[in-house]
């Protein structure tokens, strides 16, 4: 099944809050980077969610639109997880990563988007 890459970052950001992902942010960056269309950025409070944040997104995209991650980087350390989908990039941080590595504003010139829970979920 196609789906745009605005509407696989916001199913990765609905499978992020579905375990319960903290500060979920979507950065547009097609305009500004050959990267990749949307990155993906939140934060587990702990290894143990940052893993079973991770895992939720990659069962939900697998699931519902048949895609597997190019790459995947950090389940073992569990600080740091990305999962590179190609025009989307997930990144799953504890939250002493997040604040040093500041990504949101190292993609500032990029629109942002704050992932707020629809009603119901």
């Not at 605005?6 to 960056?29: F, S």
């Not at 934060?43 to 069962?59: C, D, K, M, N, T």
């Not at 997930?90 to 939250?95: D, G, K, R, S």
């Not at 002493?96 to 009603?119: N, P, T």
Request: a negative charge; proline letters at 2%.
């Amino acid at each position: 099944m196609y789906m745009n890459s605005e509407n696989m970052a916001d199913l990765a950001a609905e499978a992020c809050d579905d375990r319960k992902a903290v500060d979920i942010r979507l950065i547009r960056v097609e305009e500004v980077s050959s990267l990749a269309d949307w990155l993906v950025i939140t934060s587990g409070l702990s290894h143990v969610q940052v893993r079973a944040i991770a895992q939720s997104v990659e069962e939900r995209l697998e699931k519902e639109i048949g895609r597997l991650p190019i790459r995947r980087e950090g389940y073992n350390e569990g600080s740091w997880i990305l999962l590179d989908y190609g025009e989307v990039i997930v990144h799953i941080l504890a939250p002493g990563e997040r604040i040093y590595y500041d990504l949101e504003a190292f993609w500032g010139h990029g629109d942002q988007k704050i992932f707020v829970r629809s009603e119901g979920n």
